[in-house]
């Protein structure tokens, strides 16, 4: 065989998240695009920050071009880790260390590389709690790790330490948790922190190494009604934080985000190295230049989170007042909604017939429910509702 079997199965399936997208955009084209409701990504719709697009303009029209265009330290340019520590630091108080701040293109990189810098060869298990990214799977399995799969409590979405027990052994390295979540919303109490914390230290202790905590937080900004997301280093030491600006400062495309090690985990600066390694192994040293520019001067810009807010209220008002169930998220932009049939795919297929677009959520490892992202116009929330309607009368739910 001339090429991997793995990568290429990678490559040629794609997402199903990515596919209905695509359908969507053809039939924008055929029908119009003011009549398909297309629910599927998860790419924000509330303008960048003017200050990110003034800092960009300034930086473009004024910085010297070798000085932005060219390659930054590996690591990131250290300017920029400062500017991102001094913000945790002012927000959280929690000690953060621009040495060991990697910048990165977006959380996904921060991931792949957490994954690859902590599995050794033993195939070490990292614990995902669904539902989760399904991306997950493929930044663990080809990065030396093994995913697990531990449900959160079905009522709540909080983690159930018990299921957590089931899953947890020797060979467990680490537990990701994505607070505030897609694609549920939920975002994870401070209760449910230090349970998890006290949990992990306990079986730190048990089998006597590190179990490290690999908090994916794209979403951290993103909350709404007052929801309070607790900054997860300052419970529990051996944490990394993946963050991205993808979805705060509205900048997926740009791919810039970074990882952390706590200054106060076990063995920080050889984890760090090991994460550079990972970065340099992985050909992802040197995060977008003007980007981190970017982040030098607006690592404290918080995002306009009025639109979502909005959209979140009138469609949750629309689908509960329908007669569908869906869990009421505090955080994220999605819209988790039970499926009125266990099958998701078939009640996606027939939401599809009023041209709603929406994921279903098995390759999140939930089945049964499917995922709404409200990221979008407040127009389209508004004119998919008499569709929504439609479907929940086909169910009998009203
Ligand atoms: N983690 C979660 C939970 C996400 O939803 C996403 C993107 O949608 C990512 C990670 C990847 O983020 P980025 O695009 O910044 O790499």
Request: proline fraction near 6%; include cysteine.
């Amino acid at each position: 065989m001339s090429y991997s079997q793995e990568m290429y199965g990678l490559g040629s399936q794609g997402s199903e998240i990515r596919e209905i997208f695509e359908y969507g955009r053809r039939r924008k084209a055929e029908i119009g695009a003011d009549k398909v409701f297309d629910f599927s990504l998860g790419n924000p719709s509330v303008p960048t920050p003017q200050a990110v697009t003034d800092a960009m303009i300034d930086i473009l029209s004024t910085a010297e071009p070798t000085a932005v265009h060219g390659y930054t330290s590996g690591a990131g340019d250290m300017a920029c880790r400062t500017a991102i520590a001094e913000d945790l630091n002012a927000r959280y108080n929690c000690g953060a260390d621009p040495a060991l701040i990697y910048m990165t293109c977006g959380a996904a990189a921060a991931l792949c590389c957490s994954f690859r810098a902590l599995a050794t060869e033993d195939a070490d298990e990292f614990i995902a709690f669904a539902p989760f990214f399904p991306e997950y799977r493929v930044f663990c399995d080809t990065n030396g790790g093994k995913l697990v799969q531990v449900m959160m409590r079905e009522n709540d979405f909080q983690i159930d330490l018990s299921l957590l027990d089931a899953a947890v052994n020797e060979r467990t390295k680490g537990v990701v948790i994505n607070s505030p979540n897609n694609p549920c919303g939920v975002v994870y109490t401070e209760e449910t922190i230090r349970g998890l914390a006290a949990y992990l230290e306990k079986k730190q202790a048990e089998y006597g190494h590190p179990i490290y905590l690999i908090t994916d937080e794209p979403y951290r900004e993103l909350v709404y009604g007052g929801a309070v997301v607790p900054f997860v280093p300052n419970y529990y030491d051996n944490t990394i934080v993946c963050y991205s600006y993808s979805k705060s400062l509205s900048l997926p495309g740009e791919r810039i985000g970074y990882a952390l090690v706590s200054p106060k985990a076990a063995d920080a600066k050889a984890v760090y190295a090991a994460i550079c390694g990972a970065g340099r192994a992985l050909g992802y040293v040197c995060a977008p230049s003007l980007m981190q520019h970017v982040i030098t001067r607006c690592a404290g810009v918080q995002p306009n989170l009025a639109p979502y807010e909005e959209n979140r209220r009138i469609l949750l008002e629309g689908l509960t007042g329908a007669g569908f169930t869906c869990v009421n998220p505090d955080g994220a932009f999605y819209l988790f909604m039970k499926s009125p049939e266990p099958d998701a795919h078939a009640f996606a297929a027939k939401a599809k017939e009023h041209e709603l677009l929406v994921v279903p959520c098995d390759s999140f490892g939930c089945p049964g429910y499917v995922r709404i992202g409200y990221c979008v116009s407040k127009e389209t929330i508004e004119g998919s509702l008499p569709g929504f309607a439609a479907l929940a009368k086909e169910y009998g739910l009203s």
